[in-house]
């Protein structure tokens, strides 16, 4: 079973800062089968990053991602107000087909 | 424009079964590489993936739940539905449905709150 560790659990940033959050993966995972959600309070999660790199509908650049094999990141480079939210990653592959990280969640410093 | 909504009992007792339906709009889940999928989060905690139904019926389930899951479609009525039986408080969570593409689930429901208690 792959299990998606996600590092660090907090980030305490400034609006304007960069954001740089990570996701270990316990066995090699296809870049084209990692993805990225934001999810606010109250909130239904929101697609940000599908096929590790390449972004969904309508989001912004300022988020990107990166990675391969084992260790995938997902970077904001510069936060606006309401990218304070809580980031997962997730993976997709044959056992379990599916998997989520446990989340990073990202707040105000 | 794709839009998903839950629905469902907000209560359930220990050991009934859950039968929650996604109904949709703004896709076919006759259409090749499409699906449908339910994921939950408990209250404060991380987001749990359940099951999937594809396009062409293909299904599957978390491997930790698999023997208290069904998931099902109809196809002309542009619904999915979750069944999860033998249900107990730790199952108290949001349970969200999702337009399954790219090996993502690129559109979510608003999410339907179920709560186990007797």
């Known amino acids: 079973e792959i299990v998606l560790t996600q590092s660090p659990g907090t980030l305490s940033l400034s609006p304007g800062e960069r954001a740089t959050l990570s996701c270990r993966a316990s066995q090699s995972v296809s870049s084209s089968y990692l993805a990225w959600y934001q999810q606010k309070p109250g909130q239904a999660p929101r697609l940000l990053i599908y096929g590790a790199s390449s972004r969904a509908t309508g989001i912004p650049d300022r988020f990107s991602g990166s990675g391969s094999g084992t260790d995938f990141t997902l970077t904001i480079s510069r936060l606006e107000p309401e990218d304070f939210a809580v980031y997962y990653c997730q993976q997709y592959g044959s056992s379990p087909p599916i998997t989520f990280g446990g989340g990073t969640k990202v707040e105000i410093k | 424009q794709i839009t998903l909504k839950e629905s469902g009992p907000t209560l359930v007792k220990p050991t009934q079964t859950l039968t929650l339906t996604c109904t949709f709009s703004?896709?076919?889940?006759?259409?090749?590489?499409?699906?449908v999928g339910w994921i939950r989060q408990p209250p404060g905690k991380a987001l749990e993936w359940l099951a999937l139904i594809y396009w062409d019926d293909d299904k599957r389930y978390s491997p930790s739940l698999k023997s208290r899951l069904t998931i099902t479609k109809d196809t002309s009525k542009n619904q999915v539905v979750l069944t999860m039986t033998n249900m107990d408080p730790v199952d108290t969570a949001t349970y969200y449905c999702?337009?399954?593409?790219?090996?993502?689930?690129?559109?979510w429901g608003q999410g339907t709150m179920v709560t186990v208690s007797s």
């Open positions: 703004g896709f076919s889940l006759s259409t090749s590489g499409v699906g």
């Open positions: 999702a337009h399954w593409r790219r090996d993502a689930f690129d559109i």
